[in-house]
């Protein structure tokens, strides 16, 4: 399982996954992104607020995806029982 240290709002962080390179910095870049907006007009704000507020951000985008998915997954199941 391949290595990867990224560095994230200042913080390198040190991790193992089978996840390909091209992910990781996609991931590492929409993390940076994100943190942008969080702290862009806003005056000094902790590290850990900023971590708890992308995390609780994060945490919501996925599960309004979920829900979402559960939703297409219901209207899929739905047409395959009217043939």
């Given at each position: 399982?391949?290595s990867?240290t ?16 091209q ?8 993390l940076?992104?994100r ?23 994060m945490?919501?985008?996925y ?14 199941q739905e ?5």
């Open positions: 399982m391949p990867y990224i560095t994230v709002n200042g913080l390198d962080i040190s991790f193992k996954t089978d996840a390909d390179q992910r990781i910095q996609e991931a590492a870049a929409l940076e992104e943190f942008a907006e969080l702290s862009k007009g806003t005056r000094y704000v902790s590290r850990e607020k900023l971590l708890t507020l992308l995390a609780l951000g945490a919501d985008d599960l309004e995806v979920r829900r979402k998915q559960a939703g297409l997954e219901a209207r899929m047409l395959l029982e009217r043939r």
